[in-house]
C-alpha cells in the first residue's frame, strides 16, 4: 500500500512538473463601420492582437496599407489597450484603428495583415520576434443614385468654396487679375478634393497656378480638415466687358445625406483702353521706322574713320580660318558629343519629369518618371513607380505615386497630387544622392620592405 501511495505521488509530481504548452497569439481584424460604405467616406478597421501572458517590447503593426481602390490611413491616437478572457484566462491585447476610404463603388478587400511582437513566455522569458496574421476582411462601396453621373464627387461632415479676386474687376488692357479658389473638407483626404478646369477666354491669357494641398488637425479629437487651393491668373489683351465663369463643386453631406452644390459666381471683368500702352507701342513704332536710316549713318560714318582697322581685322580672319579650321572642327565635334551626353544624361531626363509634371496629365507624368527610373536607378536595376517609393520615398511619397498610378490606369479622372509627386520625388532623390560616396583604395601606410624581405 505504502508502495502504490508513493508511486501515485511520483507521477503527479511528474505531472506538475511538466512544462505547459504556451497558447499561440490571436491577431484578428475588424471592421466597425456597417456596410456598404459611401464612396471617400471613412470606414473604420480595427485590427488587434492579443497573448495570453503580456507584451515584452513594442508591437509593429503595419505603418502602410495599400489598396488597388481605396485609401488607408491611421486614425490619430488610434491605439488602444486591450484585456479580454478567453477559455477562462485573461489576455492582454492592442488595437490600433484605421479608416478605409474607398476610391470607387464595388467590392474592398483587404487580406490578411501581419503584426510583429514579443511577449512573455510561460518561465518569464521573452519570445522571439514572432510574426502573426489576422484574418482578412472585406466590404462593398457604393455611389448614391444622384452622385453617378456627376464628373467628380467625395462626401464630407462640412465643406467650404470660397474665391477671391484681385486686384478688382475693372482693369486696363495689358493687366491681370488673379482668382484664387480655396475648398475645406472635414473629414475627407485631401486627394479627393476635385481638380478646378479654367477653360481659354478668347481676348485674355489664361495662366493656372499650381494647386496646393494640405491636411490639418485630426489630433485629441479635434475634426481633421483637408484645404486645397488652386489659382488662375488672366492676362488681358483687348478692351471689353469679359465674364470669368462659374465654378461649382458636389459633395455629399455626410451629417444630413443629402447631396450639395456649392457654387461661386461668374464675375465680370471691365477692360478699358490703356493709354500708356498705346503711348509705349507708339514710340516703339516710330524707333522701328527711323532705326534703319540711323543704322546706316552710323555704319558709314564708322567705315570712314576705321576702314584700315577693318582690312587688318578681315585678313586676320581669314587667316585665323585657313590655320584653325580643323581645331575647330574638333571642337564642334566635342560639343556635339557633349550635347548628346547632355541629351541622355539623368538630370536632364529628371528635369523632363519636373516640367511635365507642372502641367501634363497623369499618364504623361507617369511615363516621364519611369524613363527617369532608367537613368537614374543603379546599373542593371529596373524600378517601377511604387517600388521606387517603397524603396526610396517616404510615407507621403508612396501616397502620391498611388495616386498617381491610380490616375493613369484606371482610365477615369482620379485625385492626385502634382505638388506632392514632385516633391516627394525630389526629396527620394536628393537623399538617396547624399548617401552615395566614393571609396578611394589608398596603399598602406607602412609598406614592406621587398630588399629586407628578400
Known sequence: MKRLASTLGLLLSLTWAAPVVAQAPIARAE?????PVLVSSGARLAIEVLVPTFFRGPVQFPDEIELPDAIVRLAPGSSTNLNERIDGASWAGIRRTYHVYPTRPGRIEIGALPITIVYALDNGSGSEPTT???TGVSFDAYLPEAARGLSQFFASENFELDAVLEPATTVRVGETVTRTFTMSAQSTPGLFLPR?????????????????????????????????????TYTFTEEGNYELPAVTVNWRDSANQRLVTDAVDAVTITVEPNPDLDAAMTQSDLAAESAPEEVGRVWV??????????????????????????TLHNVAAWLAVRRADHAESEGRYFRDFVTIARRGDAASVYRALTRWFDRWAPSGETLAADQFAARYG?????????ALTAAAFSGAEKPWSRQAIVRGVENARRRHDATRRTTIDLPPLNPPNRARQA
Open 394 to 402: 517616404d510615407a507621403a511619397l508612396r501616397e502620391a505615386v498611388e
Open 301 to 326: 560714318d564708322w567705315l570712314r574713320s576705321y576702314w584700315r582697322w577693318a582690312v587688318g581685322a578681315g585678313l586676320a580672319l581669314m587667316l585665323l580660318l585657313r590655320v584653325g579650321l580643323p
Open 31 to 35: 471592421l466597425l463601420d456597417p456596410a
Open 132 to 134: 502573426v496574421e489576422t
Open 196 to 232: 478646378l478646369d479654367f477653360p481659354e477666354l478668347e481676348g485674355a491669357r489664361v495662366y493656372p497656378g499650381q494647386p496646393a494641398l494640405e491636411e490639418s488637425g485630426g489630433e485629441r479629437g479635434t475634426a481633421r480638415t483637408a484645404e486645397r487651393v488652386e489659382s488662375v
